[in-house]
């Protein structure tokens, strides 16, 4: 058991003034490769429910979860933590309409012993979203409405120095039995030991990866879930430096990834998983301020993975943010790796949506905060304010943003950093990204994690 102390639950179920910055889908994307994850839109609902895995120590301060109420009525919040040693703890939440509260699981009193944590979420109504926050506040990932049956992520390293694992996390009353492939620049690996994996109901627990891929660079993984469903979280923790990994529950030909760093002593790359039976013909296609870069080409053989680098690179000058586009001939798995070289954090590709609310958490700001029109065609947007105050009070309507175009959302709304406020974005169609970078040196190595909320 562990020694770890314990604090009374009030000081760690806090109103948060900061958590981290977040970015929610609020409808359904088209795109079959989203995860069913963080709001449920209606809040006429009787009731919704939230898992969140993956919440641990590890960056030596406790990680989080911090839930949100967009509605304008009270919810009940009937909140079940679960260890990895399998000690659980039952509390209630009482979330005021547009409050938000946190709870740390490794500090709970009397709460589960253990080193990482699965939560679960009985809500009494609609409009709940819910973000799991690093210690660091420097990384996260959103709780899910649901579990997933099939989960894809790549650029994962077992390197000396670094570890990753997936947190898996079994939100239903059965036992759910999964099995998962590994893809290395090698090629394909089916361990024994990842194959019929159980996980009793209820439950969480974590499979390491270096365990089978031992000393690897860019590991991708592909999670087939045989009975059951699941919430799933890779967990990289790259020479000490922390990262969550969304993951996606499909495979796409194509990917976004608004604000990528090019700042000096930056490093970023594009990381890719192929997991066909045929060769992907990758295209990269970087916008970056005045310049023009030609489009960057990348091989990715059967069964295997690959990665581009964006920056240092000698075609690509180093000129703050680039606009990248990946493109491929068959569906791959993409993940933007970011970081000063000696590490790297990773941060899975948005899925466009006609819907997002965005507030910042930390208190932190932002570095960057973009909007983008991935259509051929214009789209218009509004922004308006969810708050106590004065919820639905407009601050930009009928915006238009061209087909291909990114916007600063600043310009838009000059508050959205440093404010309490949450912000609703809506469009007349699901083909916007929003991309959010917190402040850090070098700049934009900080990228935050959308939460994508069905």
Known sequence: MSSRRRVPLFLVVIVLLGATGVVTSLRHPTNPSELPTGLTVSSDAESTALYCTGISSASGTPGRVTFFNTSSASRSLSVSVVSDTGVTWHGSI????????????????????????GVAVQISGGGVVGEEI??????????????????????????????????????????????????????????????????PAHTQTEIVLGKQVVNTANVGVGVKVLRGSLEIVGVESSAGTLSYEQGSSDVSNVAWLPNVTTALGASAQIQVANPSATTAEVTVDVALSDFKVSPQRLSVSPFSTADFIITPNSAIPAAGYANVTVHSNVAIVTVLATGTGSWLALSTPQTPSDAFLVRDFTGLGFDAATVTNTSSRTVTFTASTINSAQPGVVTGAGVKLAAGVTENLSTLIPSIAGSNDAYLITASKPSLVVSMTLPSRPKGVNVVAPLDGR
Do not use: M
């Open 134 to 199: 690093a210690g660091t506040n420097r990384t996260e990932v959103p709780c899910a409405a649901s579990g997933v049956t099939r989960w894809y992520a790549t650029g994962f390293d077992t390197l000396v120095g670094s570890s990753a694992y997936l947190s898996v996390y079994n939100p239903t009353g059965t036992a759910a039995v999964l099995n998962a492939s590994i893809y290395t620049a090698a090629g394909f690996y089916a361990p024994a030991s990842f194959q019929g994996f159980s996980v």
């Open 94 to 117: 009482e979330l005021a309409a547009h409050a938000a509260q946190s709870i740390a699981p490794s500090v709970l009193d009397k709460g589960p012993a253990g080193d990482t944590f």
